[in-house]
């Protein structure tokens, strides 16, 4: 079912108020950009039980958001759902709630699934491999993008080459299913947006891209402890030309609602003279927050700024 059907078919039955209290059904997104939800926003809620991954299209909607961005891992390293049932019946099952609550399945993030940027073959072809299958999945529920991350060699110039080279590999098996590929800054030399920039350069097919994340730019050590960070807003614009998807990532909020860490109109204004008119998706991170109150809180300040 499709967002304008679903809404009418709720009004309709004059359930909207009661069943979903916290939204306006019937103001439907004008701007240029839609919001949607990464599931990582949700990932302590998932993790200790109290949420189900399956039931993350209705937490959305909860939420008056339109579409959603899967984390491959929430069903498989941090939840046993692919132990009980087939990626087959996953996949239907998740179509079927997503047309239920009228949501646009976005993209997935696939972690965990070996190392692209390798200079050892065997290596770089069992990712590649193992990024098939969910290629195919991602064609299955309907997700016309899919992420990957590009972990492997630490020498610069290496993890170039061999980056551009699994990276085309893959782009072009995903091409088949009209799939596009994109690359998240998202720790060590990924984190450089140069370096990932001349990647993008290299592989130059148009289901490759990037997904730039607002705070994913250490480039030594981890977020909570980083050694050396890459600047966030020269980053973004230069992963920007290549953008088909972008993550609003948040942690910290003050009393006017403005996110304490990350420019945010800075970031928008990026996002918006890049030309970009894509989905803009929540993650929230934070720890002051709980987890609804963060998502919240950030697709309030998305709306002042879009």
Partial sequence: MKRRNFLSAVATAGIAT???PN???MKL???KFKISLAQWSLHKAIKSGKLSPLDFAKKARSFDIDGIEFVSGLYTNHTDILKRMSMDNLAKELIKRSDDYGIDNVLIMIDSQGHLATSNKSKMSEAINN????????????CKTMRVNLNGEKNKDKWIEYSSKSLTQLCLIAKKDKINIIVEN?????SNASYLAKVMKNVNLDNCGTLPDFGNFCVKGSPKNCNEWYDKYVGVEELMPYAHAVSAKSYHFDENGDETTIDFKQMMDIVKKAGYKGYVGIEYEGNKLSEDEGIIATKKLLEKLI
């Fill in 23 to 25: 939204t306006n059904f």
């Fill in 29 to 31: 997104n004008s701007s």
């Fill in 131 to 142: 990024h098939k299958r969910w290629i195919d999945f991602a064609a299955r529920i309907g």
């Fill in 186 to 190: 998202h720790g060590g030399l990924s």
């Fill in 18 to 20: 009661s069943v979903f």
